[in-house]
């Protein structure tokens, strides 16, 4: 699926990329450049590009305002972001809160500077791991070929906000990351031209942390890359292929729902991998409220064979040996759990979380509810 989507990027006709190339006005001096962002992946892009001084004589930064961090709102939380742009001295601009829509922003020199509708070819927008879409207002101020999108994966597969997790539940080997033209939020997200790509390996036992990293890494050089074949005036993008593209949703408690009928036990890890840092692992049991997240657990090894009280997906018994739960998943595989969560509760080894249960889930086997009777009683 990869390297088909790979050919279709590339596979384009000589007069698509002479039109690009035509396109892509030589900047008269270094970029002045408004950074939209929040978070790990946009401080590493951010910090690469501050590196390369050649490309640029300004950076600006737009991030989300602190928010409430406690229960009783009595402290704040910063964003990464800010925190690394003042840092390096930055000047920092804080948007408008997320009920609040981009396009009433009310913005106030110098950044107004850039929003402006002249396009001066020397102001760039970038974006990376921003979370939003931004309006029309805003990206018209910008020459088309100045409004770039570092993205995590090698488009037009993972097109939306959670690629790297998609990527990792899925089992992917090779991830990668893109830096694309931003479109209108009518055309969609993650559409826009390519500038550039690169593919990247995903480690075995990658999590979304590691290959966030990895990913950000290459991310920003490839940005710092792409912006110095701008200056020479060899820079060129090719528009995507959407006959291949896949999507990658944002995460929903639905998303890490353990489906122990088609889940496996690979399946499982690769999800916790994935996902667990956002969406734990969750499952329940019958005619009792409230989700059970796994919090650890690990694949049954197969050559010590299948628990001979185990009989179905979802079936589990304890090991009072091991203080542990086994769980068994789809295709005669089986998990072995150690920590669990009961929903508003905390963190417990599966021990003490089992003698608080009823009797009935104490004594021998029982079974996980089914993850459509969890949908539908959410």
Not at 209 to 215: A, G, I, T, W
């Amino acid at each position: 699926m990869l390297a088909a989507a790979r050919r279709r990027l590339t596979t384009v006709t000589s007069v698509s990329v002479w039109r690009r190339l035509r396109s892509n006005i030589r900047p008269s001096e270094k970029f002045k450049i408004l950074f939209f962002g929040r978070d790990e992946f946009s401080c590493q892009i951010l910090s690469t590009l501050y590196e390369a001084s050649d490309v640029w004589q300004e950076i600006h930064i737009a991030t989300n305002p602190d928010k409430k961090h406690m229960r009783n709102g009595s402290r704040l939380q910063t964003s990464l972001l800010r925190q690394l742009a003042e840092d390096h001295d930055l000047p920092v601009y804080l948007l408008p809160p997320k009920e609040i829509a981009l396009s009433s922003w009310r913005v106030r020199p110098p950044i107004s500077l850039f929003l402006q509708p002249n396009r001066d070819p020397n102001a760039l927008l970038v974006t990376a791991s921003f979370g939003q879409l931004l309006p029309r207002i805003i990206l018209n101020c910008f020459d088309d070929t100045r409004k770039l999108n570092v993205h995590p994966s090698l488009l037009p597969l993972y097109r939306g906000p959670a690629p790297i997790q998609h990527a990792i539940a899925d089992g992917q080997e090779v991830s990668g990351v893109s830096i694309i033209d931003m479109m209108p939020p009518k055309d969609g997200a993650d559409v826009g031209d390519v500038w550039g790509s690169k593919t990247v390996g995903i480690p075995p036992n990658a999590n979304y942390q590691s290959l966030r990293e990895l990913l950000a890494y290459e991310g920003g050089r490839l940005l710092v890359k792409i912006l110095r074949q701008m200056m020479l005036g060899i820079a060129f993008s090719l528009p995507q292929d959407g006959t291949g593209a896949s999507r990658a949703p944002l995460l929903t408690g639905s998303s890490s729902l353990i489906d122990f009928n088609t889940w496996d036990a690979l399946k499982i890890q690769r999800v916790h991998q994935g996902m667990a840092h956002q969406k734990p692992l969750r499952t329940s049991l019958p005619s009792r409220r409230g989700s059970v997240q796994i919090i650890e657990f690990k694949i049954r090894d197969s050559r010590d064979g299948a628990h001979p009280e185990l009989h179905s997906p979802g079936e589990a018994v304890y090991d009072a040996l091991a203080e542990s739960l086994i769980v068994r998943c789809a295709q005669h595989t089986e998990i072995v759990v150690t920590k669990v969560k009961q929903e508003n509760r905390r963190c417990l080894s599966v021990k003490e979380w089992r003698n608080g249960l009823p009797a009935q889930f104490r004594a021998g086997v029982f079974k996980f509810a089914d993850a459509c009777q969890i949908v539908n009683s959410d």
